[in-house]
């Protein structure tokens, strides 16, 4: 298949690119560069030793992706283009929804314009908001509690409109739980600009000393050992993931909804002590208030992608705190060098 990867460069397009690139695709990437960097291109060329197209855009030039869609004889689109903070889209709700939603709406214009049908659009568990019941399943009420959440949730929407309104489209929105982890060559991991947000990579920049310690949020929730617990996935198994949608989408119309975690929820310490084993590195730490809008447990039922898709995670946490751990090294000594 010819396949245009939306947001390719970044953190789970560029681990996407590899799988679908060495399961013989091929691959046209459409990226801004917002949040990656161009330095990406050539390692993914470098682990698959394949040709890979890119062309810098945004997603919200409908005419520009209109063309590349038309000119690369693109059959189907994965679409992660996105900006993702959930913190900043508090602070900048608008830029969040005009780069997300406003650049959905232009991808799906270009799309028609190239008459291309078939879909697969990154949302999130973030959809699902506080929960009424765990784990999470598709069918669980959607009421996200912050700008980025609401946003997924609107393109949701505008989706299931799509298909119920044309009946040649194929859509499949995938709701990721944490993604976690780093391509095992340790070539491609996560290392975003700035302060990150989330759990690994604050991890990763106290063992490379950009940060001094790991604060973490909270040890009084209620779960076994206080801290929260979230369905960390490694980001190989999420690729997997966005494969075998596609896979599956090629017989089937309709909009599709499906949750892609390991239906297992891990704390903060458990990780964190994982990743100390397997490093051999101690990480510091101090314990702080709670983040405001943090849940205290998580998880998916993810036996609908397994039924349907004949999906499921195949890496553990060891795996996950492996691989990070090879990335982090690569990505000290390349900083250093
Ligand atoms: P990322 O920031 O590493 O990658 C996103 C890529 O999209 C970046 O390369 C960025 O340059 C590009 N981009 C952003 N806005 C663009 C625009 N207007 N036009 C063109 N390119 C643009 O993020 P990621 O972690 O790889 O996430 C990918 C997708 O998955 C996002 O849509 C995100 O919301 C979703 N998601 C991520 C997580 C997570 O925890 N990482 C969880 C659930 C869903
Ligand atoms: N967390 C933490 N310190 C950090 C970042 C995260 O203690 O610096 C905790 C957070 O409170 C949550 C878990 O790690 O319990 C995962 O947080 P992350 O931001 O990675 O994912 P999300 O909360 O969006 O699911």
Redesign the pocket.
Known sequence: MNILLTGGMGYIGSHTATLLLNMGHQLHIYDNLCNSNIDTLDRIKKITSKEVGFTQGDIRDTKKLTEVLINEKIDAVIHLAGLKA?GESTQKPIEYYANNVQGSISLIQAMQAANIRTLVFSSSATVYGDPIYLPYDEEHPTSPTNPYGRNKLQIEEMLLDLANSDNTWSIARLRYF?PVGAHESGLIGEDPNGIP???MP?IGQVVDGRLPM????GDDYDTPDG??K?DYIHVMDLAEGHLAALTWLKGNLGCHTFNLGSGNSVS?LELLHCFENISGNKIPYQVVAR?PG?LPEYYAKADKAAKILGWQTKRNLTDICNSSWLWFQNSKNKKST
């Open positions: 959930v944490n947000n989330n759990l604050v790991l604060n973490i949020f801290t929260g979230r903060v983040r943090d």
